[in-house]
T-cell receptor, first 115, second 111 residues
Framework: EAGVTQFPSHSVIEKGQTVTLRCDPI?????LYWYRRVMGKEIKFLLH????????ESGMPNNRFLAERTGGTYSTLKVQPAELEDSGVYFC?????????????FGPGTRLTVT | RKEVEQDPGPFNVPEGATVAFNCTYS??????FFWYRQDCRKEPKLLMS???SGNEDGRFTAQLNRASQYISLLIRDSKLSDSATYLC????????????FGAGTRLTVKP
């Protein structure tokens, strides 16, 4: 069974540009999460989808970040316009259920560099 | 104060050593606790959940002290393959699996 996949694996953009990250969860997983790790800091929660609905977006840093999950399958995370402090690794995870009894499976991450 | 704090390390130990990692969390209402392992430039992977009664999985033992808001991970008979970053993870809510990560403790096991 395929795991969580993310695209691209790396992205280098200039400040002010737009970048869209994609996450394909494990098939059948209704719950999808975005996290990010900026240099030297811990992994931080960004938001949680249950199917196509945003369950919790309390971790989204500001309105330059927009996450979508149309149709409840794959998700995109758009950063527009990108700033230097957005550099880091963006992880996506998915789980079958929403409670803590369900393991989250992480994707390999997208390494974003804003110059 | 950070939600989850860990020894930053790094821990450099010889093969066969026993090593212990500590973690504290700030939210006393936290529901669930985990240790994740992350290899260099890879994704985090669940190592083990941590239960109040303590639990063991082979060479790995996890303990939870809710009163002290403290979690530990003990690795016995370290192997070279144990070299990784160990992440302490806390979930503040049972119904929403939105995890809070520590910054991680790096372990290097040397021959």
């Amino acid at each position: 069974e395929a795991g969580v996949t993310q695209f691209p694996s790396h992205s280098v953009i200039e400040k002010g540009q737009t970048v869209t990250l994609r996450c394909d969860p494990i098939s059948g997983h209704d719950n999808l999460y975005w996290y990010r790790r900026v240099m030297g800091k811990e992994i931080k929660f960004l938001l949680h989808f249950v199917k196509e609905s945003k369950q919790d977006e309390s971790g989204m840093p500001n309105n330059r970040f927009l996450a979508e999950r149309t149709g409840g399958t794959y998700s995109t995370l758009k950063v527009q316009p990108a700033e230097l402090e957005d550099s880091g690794v963006y992880f996506c995870a998915s789980s079958l259920g929403r409670t803590v009894t369900y393991e989250q499976y992480f994707g390999p991450g997208t390494r974003l560099t804003v110059t | 104060r950070k939600e989850v704090e860990q020894d930053p390390g790094p821990f450099n130990v010889p093969e066969g050593a026993t090593v212990a990692f500590n973690c504290t969390y700030s939210n006393s209402a936290s529901q669930s606790f985990f240790w994740y392992r992350q290899d260099c430039r890879k994704e985090p992977k669940l190592l083990m959940s941590v239960y109040s009664s303590g639990n063991e999985d082979g060479r790995f033992t996890a303990q939870l002290n809710r009163a002290s808001q403290y979690i530990s991970l003990l690795i016995r008979d370290s192997k070279l393959s144990d070299s990784a970053t160990y992440l302490c993870v806390v979930n503040p809510s049972y119904n929403n699996n939105d995890m809070r990560f520590g910054a991680g403790t790096r372990l290097t096991v040397k021959p």
